[in-house]
């Protein structure tokens, strides 16, 4: 849960309101699923996938990751353990620094952890960079973001999030402000990434075609509560929930489905 805003408090509006932008969640992540969140906008995904990382601190609950509690940790304790939880943001232009080039920006997490000095973590970035599918290497390592187009700034990102080995990937609408053809392309990597790195991924969407093609399980999130939780194929199937049933009914490719 948010608590309302300091200034409207001090302004004695809304006193002692709550604003449950998320509220009453509980939701077990398997190791090497995808798990996907799906919902409208507003319905509260990026706030709950920002209060998994701790970059939003929960009013009450818990955020176990390993066995241990985040929302306990030091900051000292809760930066080591982001190594093993990255994210990959919708906008890759905008949460990658314009001020370095392609090649320091997906070292710079390596330098940050001090899991290699600056020539190894220089080899690294090359060797992501040729994984993700940015090749010649050369071309695109000493280039800026925005030398670049939004696929491969989103490979960028993704190769940025994959550099510190870790457990845990949240994809935030990931592909959702790139065209078609590009969405399947960088969609196939992931998963062949997913394959080759033993990766975890928490999938939020609110595209039913994207969640069904890549996702595990799904849960459906409605005002800040996921109203349910099953296998991709038996929600989209036998769905329960009202909401889930007007959302596969809203999508045309589903609708004979769920009939």
Not at 180 to 201: G, I, N, P, W
Request: charged share 20%; proline share 5%.
């Amino acid at each position: 849960m948010l608590e309302s805003g300091f200034l409207a408090k001090l302004l004695g509006r809304q006193q002692n309101t709550v604003i449950k932008a998320v509220d009453g969640i509980s939701l077990d992540l398997y190791a090497g699923e995808i798990l996907g969140l799906v919902g409208e906008s507003g319905c509260g995904k990026s706030t709950l996938s920002r209060t998994i990382l701790q970059l939003i601190q929960p009013t009450s609950g818990r955020v176990e990751f390993l066995g241990r509690d985040l929302t306990q940790l030091s900051p000292g304790e809760l930066r080591r353990q982001r190594r093993d939880l990255q994210m990959v943001f919708q906008d890759p232009h905008a949460c990658l620094n314009p001020m370095m080039t392609v090649g320091q920006g997906i070292a710079d997490p390596l330098l940050i952890h001090g899991l290699a000095n600056r020539e190894e973590a220089a080899k690294k970035a090359h060797a992501m960079l040729a994984r993700v599918g940015l090749t010649p290497t050369e071309t695109y390592f000493d280039r800026f973001p925005g030398d670049l187009s939004g696929g491969q700034q989103q490979r960028v990102a993704i190769a940025r999030a994959l550099i510190t080995q870790p457990k845990l990937i949240i994809c935030d609408e990931p592909v959702s402000m790139l065209d078609a053809t590009v969405q399947s392309q960088v969609l196939e990597l992931m998963l062949d990434l997913k394959r080759e790195f033993d990766l975890t991924y928490l999938f939020i969407t609110h595209d039913l075609w994207v969640a069904k093609f890549l996702c595990d399980r799904i849960a459906v999130m409605q005002a800040g509560k996921v109203v349910e939780l099953g296998p991709t194929e038996e929600l989209f199937s036998h769905p329960h929930h009202p909401y889930t049933q007007t959302l596969l009914q809203a999508a045309p490719l589903f609708a004979r489905q769920v009939q």
